[in-house]
């Protein structure tokens, strides 16, 4: 069973433009919420990550938001460059473990 | 900074064969991963430890073995080898500071399995 939804697959965005991918998860128990960037040919990197005491979290050009009710997390990449272009995972974690569990990942394409 | 180092980049194996893919960390980390990804699929959980001489089970263990015999290696061995095992396998280290989300990633090993 899939435990946390990501969608959609693949975006194509232009330059300046807003990107958004999005997750659904439905265990309550976890406690963090991370997103993964990864570039063709290399393993993924933490980029930004959020806890659900708070709804929205910003750095730089990247935000996440975060809905409790919803069970909904997700990306926004304001301002997309083509150096943004890479797989983006979002990942579910329970506190203490780092066992994370990953979404099947998004492969975002930002045209110059 | 060499972080986390995996060899070998490639591999091609054939069915039946038996191989083990190297993991080293130079970070002091005291959990260490493994994750294979296959298209379109994200990573899946392969094996897990959180200290030398403890390792469990992840999401999908089934064909593999693994062992932590120090911080620094944690080695994942494939017995077997069939096509099923064709992926990119990613090993993973992170400090465990309650829960940062933060896992440190080699750069993979891709493995074909014919």
């Known amino acids: 069973q899939q435990q946390v939804k990501q969608s959609p697959q693949s975006l194509i965005v232009q330059k300046g433009g807003i990107s958004i991918i999005n997750c659904a998860y439905e265990n309550t128990a976890f406690d963090y919420f991370p997103w993964y960037q990864q570039f063709p040919g290399k393993g993924p990197a933490l980029l930004i990550a959020i806890r659900p005491d708070v709804s929205e979290k910003k750095e730089g050009r990247f935000t996440i938001s975060f809905n409790k009710s919803a069970k909904q997390f997700s990306l926004h990449i304001m301002d997309s460059q083509p150096g943004d272009s890479a797989t983006y995972f979002c990942a579910l974690g329970k506190g203490g473990s780092e066992k994370l569990v990953f979404g099947k990942g998004t492969k975002l394409t930002v045209n110059p | 900074n060499a972080g986390v180092t995996q060899t070998p980049k490639f591999r091609i194996l054939k069915i039946g064969q038996s191989m083990t893919l190297q993991c080293t960390q130079d970070?002091?980390?005291?959990?260490m991963y493994w994750y294979r990804q296959d298209p379109g699929m994200g990573l899946k959980l392969i094996y897990y430890s959180v200290g030398a001489g403890i390792t469990d089970k992840g999401e999908v263990p089934n064909g593999y073995n693994v062992s932590r015999s120090t911080t620094e290696d944690f080695p994942l061995r494939l017995e077997l080898a069939a096509p099923s095992q064709t992926s990119v396998y990613f090993c993973a280290s992170s400090p465990n500071r309650g829960g940062t989300g933060e896992l440190f990633f080699g750069e993979g090993s891709r493995l074909t399995v014919l």
């Open positions: 970070m002091n980390h005291n959990y």
